[in-house]
T-cell receptor, first 114, second 113 residues
Framework: SQTIHQWPATLVQPVGSPLSLECTVE??????LYWYRQAAGRGLQLLFY??????ISSEVPQNLSASRPQDRQFILSSKKLLLSDSGFYLC?????????????FGQGTRLTVV | GDSVTQMEGPVTLSEEAFLTINCTYT??????LFWYVQYPGEGLQLLLK?????DKGSNKGFEATYRKETTSFHLEKGSVQVSDSAVYFC????????????FGKGTLLTVNP
C-alpha cells in the first residue's frame, strides 16, 4: 500500500531562521507531488507541484522554494522565515493508475514563526 | 485554468438532518473529482471520489455523483452525526492542467446534538 510521510508534525521557528520540511512517499513510483499551505481560516493554497524529479512549478511567488531531489521526496524550504509564513503545511501526492487518478495527503506540519 | 466553487458556509445542522454541500467546477478535459474531509487539527482525508460522468462516489454514508452536464459534484448525506463535524473540500485533478490538484475553499460543517 502507498503511504506518505511528512515531518515534523509541529515546528516553532524564529523570524529570519531557515526552514526545511520533508515529505516522502512509499509504495509508488513517479507520483505527482504537491505542497499546500492552510493559513488563517480553512482555505488551501497550492504552493508548488512537481510532475517529476527536478521539475517544480511555483504557484505563488514568495520566499519559499521547493525541490525534488529524488522521485518520492519533496522538500519545502526557506532561507529566512517571515511571520506570515506561519500556517499548516500539507504535502500530497497523486498518480494516474489504470485510468483512475488518486490523491492522498500527509498529516501536515503546523509551523509557527515567532 | 481549472477551478472549483463550493458553498462556503458555515453550515450548522442538527443531528440526523439531511446534508447537501454544493460543488461546481470548470476544468480542461475530463477531471477526476474528490471530496476531502479535515477534522480539527488534522490533515486531509479522502472521503470519496468519482472518475467519470455519472459515477457515484460513496463512503461513510456520504455520496456524490459526477454530473458532467451541470459540471457538479454535490456532497450529500441523509442523516448527519455530531462526529461529521469537520471542514469539507471539493477538489479535482485534470490531465489538461498537467494533473494539478485544485481545491474549493472548504465548507465548515457543525452538527449539534
Amino acid at each position: 500500500s502507498q503511504t506518505i510521510h511528512q515531518w515534523p508534525a509541529t515546528l516553532v521557528q524564529p523570524v529570519g531562521s531557515p526552514l526545511s520540511l520533508e515529505c516522502t512517499v512509499e509504495g509508488t513510483s513517479n507520483p505527482n507531488l504537491y505542497w499546500y499551505r492552510q493559513a488563517a481560516g480553512r482555505g488551501l493554497q497550492l504552493l508548488f507541484y512537481s510532475v517529476g524529479i527536478g521539475q517544480i512549478s511555483s504557484e505563488v511567488p514568495q520566499n519559499l522554494s521547493a525541490s525534488r531531489p529524488q522521485d518520492r521526496q519533496f522538500i519545502l524550504s526557506s532561507k529566512k522565515l517571515l511571520l506570515s509564513d506561519s500556517g499548516f503545511y500539507l504535502c500530497a501526492w497523486s498518480k494516474l493508475r489504470q485510468g483512475v487518478t488518486e490523491a492522498f495527503f500527509g498529516q501536515g506540519t503546523r509551523l509557527t514563526v515567532v | 485554468g481549472d477551478s472549483v466553487t463550493q458553498m462556503e458556509g458555515p453550515v450548522t445542522l442538527s443531528e440526523e438532518a439531511f446534508l447537501t454541500i454544493n460543488c461546481t467546477y470548470t476544468a480542461t478535459g475530463y477531471p477526476s473529482l474528490f471530496w476531502y474531509v479535515q477534522y480539527p487539527g488534522e490533515g486531509l482525508q479522502l472521503l470519496l471520489k468519482a472518475t467519470k460522468a455519472d459515477d457515484k462516489g460513496s463512503n461513510k454514508g456520504f455520496e456524490a455523483t459526477y454530473r458532467k452536464e451541470t459540471t457538479s459534484f454535490h456532497l450529500e448525506k441523509g442523516s448527519v452525526q455530531v462526529s461529521d463535524s469537520a471542514v469539507y473540500f471539493c477538489a479535482l485533478i485534470s490531465g489538461g492542467s498537467n494533473y494539478k490538484l485544485t481545491f474549493g475553499k472548504g465548507t465548515l460543517l457543525t452538527v449539534n446534538p
